[in-house]
């Protein structure tokens, strides 16, 4: 029947065994995080309900209590951070699109880039404090959310100066021609046929640093009451995830799970809506 | 737009304006190395270099030695690379070559989705699901069982960073020319062969930039690795022992620290972390834009 010489059969056969542990050795890892995914959900709706959103924490030791403060307050840190980086990087965006393009100071600005975005964020907890913390002498939600906008700055800039790039040149020399100075043609030319790019950059930075940790436990510092004046340590939902954790209380472990489901799955929202704006350019190209 | 003077006055600020800001971005690099410099000056001070291969840790005596935390830092990722590489690379051979895109989309998009899970998230993953696997294995190789540990920070490492090196991988495999593939497939060769022989050698540097990166990642990783590897500062003797990394111990010990030298101290181990991460994400920027002339 067979009549291929014993070395090839070798061979086909070496190929399946190949193939297969290549396979086996692929779906392994989805399987923690198939679980990861799988026990937060298990674990976390049990005990989400109206009440966990709308109540702020029991003391230490009392069951019930929500979470209401940390919500509010990781709303008002990405909102600051949001609001102090996102004009910083469209600008430099703009200069790395617009003007600085293949200089080689445009180069060293996206490396600076590069290098920032690979900071460690407990680095940038740091710098925050030094730089905001110890002048104002206390913590505070302003705080983080300066060490955020140092997260965010780095995507949003790089992901605006790849928008704008594609931005055909045809579209700038009909607004010059037409007697529109260069600023108010990048203004309302170039940037606005890069919008949906540059909101993509702002989405995929938000969902990034709503989760962060390490730049609020010496910034934001965590609050079990409700505030809204950024001045003041505020609560997030991450920093209630870790303390709630790593405490001795039971009940706080159900509550960590349960504020876990919940910003999963914002930032998965974050990161979903994110891919059907990129999707939505990249049908348009 | 010579001769219309004003467009040419606001033209000149806006131009200003975007170069300053772009300017800052250089700006915030330099000053966050010089910041880290000056408040860690008081520990650079009063330890040298000594701080970098000295093993107390003891804040009543005041006498500061980072070497347990870079031993830290440095064995919890690379164990955590040699852990998640096999898989990664196996990953990145089945979604960028075996695979049909209809089955490698969905999981690609999965998979990324998943890696922008929090870090804190896994943490808490870890402590209730990973801690007890961890433990049930230390008591079968006679270990303490404490389930926290080197050991099990290494493990949520190599959970966490596997979706960067994978995807990094993959994309690069896929960039391999469809024509040197079928030159291997017209030669008789199997898909083994030709993965072996022909797609792991021209995607090599590729696939090594990966991992550059998600060692990067896992070196300046905190969360999910203070919540699981024990916070003990003293020297570690096997993987099974409790532990701190860099980024672990000023985590912890930041807002205790009431000295100023202690904090000049974790200011210190931050400085080393920040100059060990920039080397790292410099060199597997250098192997990507090598990648990109070729």
Known sequence: MNTYPARENWRRIKNQIAVIIIILLALIPTLPLFFILANIIHEGLRSINLDFFLHLPAPPGETGGGISNALVGTFIIVGIAVIIGVPISILAGIYLSEYGKDSKLAEIIR?????????????????????????????????????????????????????????????????????????????????????????????????RIAGETAPLLFTAFGNQFMTLNPMEPMNALPLVIFNYATSPYEDWWRQAWATAVVLTFMVLLLNILSRILAKRIAGEK | MKFNLAGQFYDDIFRKISTVMALLIIGLVIGIFITLVIESWPSIKAFGLRFIWTTTWDPVSREFGAL????????????????????????????GEIAPPRLANPISFIMELLAGIPSVIYGLWALFYLVPIVRWLEIKFGAPPFGLGMFTASLVLAIMILPYALSVARDVIKLVPQDI???????????????????VPYARSGIFAGIVLALGRALGETMAVTMVIGNRSAMPHSIWDLGNTMASVIANEFTEATEDVHLAALVEIGLLLFVITVIVNLIARLIIIRLKVK
């Open chain 1, 111 to 207: 490396i600076s880039a590069d290098v920032l975005q690979g900071v460690p964020s407990i680095v940038i907890g740091i710098v925050a404090y030094a730089w905001v913390v110890r002048p104002m002498g206390h913590f505070s939600a302003f705080s983080g959310s300066v060490a955020l906008a140092l997260m965010m700055i780095p995507v949003v800039v790089r992901t605006t100066e790849e928008v704008l790039r594609l931005v055909p040149d045809i579209l700038r020399e009909a607004s010059l021609a037409l007697g529109v100075p260069y600023w108010r043609t990048v203004m309302k030319v170039v940037l606005p046929t890069g919008m949906v790019g540059v909101t993509t950059g702002i989405l995929i930075a938000v969902a």
């Open chain 2, 68 to 95: 347990p935390f870079l031993v830290g830092t440095l064995l919890t990722s690379f164990l955590a690379l040699i852990i998640a590489t096999p898989f990664a690379l196996a990953g990145a051979i089945f979604l």
């Open chain 2, 181 to 199: 593939k079928e030159a291997a497939y017209g030669l008789g060769a199997t898909r083994w062969e030709t993965i072996l022989h022909v797609i």
